[in-house]
């Protein structure tokens, strides 16, 4: 191989820089991602115009960030990267729930509610119950499992969006299963809502046709001792914007029903059981 | 395939998402920029904690940018990905003088100086006579050629670098061919110098074992009615980062002969030849 860089070596140029006594992980992720970029360049014949183009573009990306706003995360999203990160690291045995997004919106010590509590705050929206089994892959019940539940209003906003407008903790909650493994509470009925879509992202998705919309979801992050991290969402089963996730969070299996009941307390009724894998 | 994200089917639940009516060059290169990104998550197995970690990189990148400062276009430097991008869009023929990197420190406007100028106005460094033709891919003299030169002074910095420490337009001018095709400007031998290593970049190339030098190069801008833009620099033969620029800029056809002169009017001597591509 040359010394210098060529078009057809220009791979092994980059990668055989790297020093000898530097940490054999980062070692190998880096010279995978020149050999998979180097890759898409030469795929495309990318121009030096559409280069420049995409310099600018990830310039702003970072610069529109904030404590606030992290707009590569979006971009990490929109481009299904987020969505296939968490797949690759959480593959689980048939049966078990599956993972997804964690999403920017979890907000850390949530108040802890007796079994059964409302969590819509500020009375919008259709109610409706949750409930279900935190069970094992053989359906024993698992007690003492914490459910940590979120979701926006009716209105499609969290309440970290909306601090001026929205109760603090509006539906927001954690609730401890018992021995019997059951979880309920009442919340609403979520509504889909679009991503930031006023920054490059949104103009990224604008150019490729896509709409920012997420399909209406409740967030669930449940942990039991002996059992991994569960991270995941269910879905409304009828909602518009089901199979065309802005950030392709949607799986088969998280989708939940959403019953109509109507008995004086509550409107909807969605059950589903979150079933963990052993660590 | 499932309407819904599967990790095996990542790069097609992505790309089925564009819209119909859309720059069909667009939907090309993204298509392509997906495959190859989830190609690279998946090769390696990245883990969520790697990926935060470039989130954050990322963020900080864009965040460094300013009028003076473009830390992306750094990034694409150190990563070989300028270098290649140069090279898919400026294949020659044998014999024809290559490119490399334009580089961030090209003025427009330069004074058009009489043949021999000398250019180094700063009274710094081993004065060197730079000469030679600008010919066609036969040989033949091309008249009315724009040669614009441009480098460091002898302490490794471009004079916009150092607004209110150089002479404007020190060690910058432009040469017009006559019939001819002979070029020549007195300028000083160059030397090496790093590429800025204070932001989230030359953390990189420090993790990587890697030093952020650029061997001694002059820059050329080459341009002629009927001939291609050469975009190029000539390198100093005996430099200690000839093979190790932080850029990948050297070519092997690059590297130019300095010769010790010493005749009372100069020290070095550098003679090349500049061979254009009919467009």
Redesign the interface.
Known sequence: M??????DA??E??NA???????PR?????A?????????????????A??DIA?EF??????I?SGER?E??LL?DV???????????N?RPAGATENTVFGPFHVDNAPELPMGSNISLDGKGESCRFEGMVIDLHGNPIAGARVDVWSDNADGFYDVQQPDIQPKWNNRGVFITGADGRYAFQGIKPVSYPIPDDGPVGQMLN????HPYRPAHMHYLVTAKGFEKLVTHTFVGDDTYL??DAV?????TLIAPFEHVNDGQTIWRSPFDFVLTPV
Chains 1, 2 share one sequence.
Do not use: P
């Open positions: 040359s010394q210098y860089f060529t078009e220009s791979v140029a980059v820089r790297m020093g000898q006594n530097i940490n980062l070692a190998q992720v880096m995978s991602l020149v050999k998979h970029l180097h890759a898409f360049a030469k795929d495309v014949h990318l121009s030096q559409e280069w310099i990830l310039t702003k990306t970072g610069q960030c992290q590569f995360i990490s481009l299904g990267f987020s969505m296939l990160v968490d797949a690759i690291n593959r150019h490729l046709g896509r199979s065309s392709f969070g949607v799986k088969k």
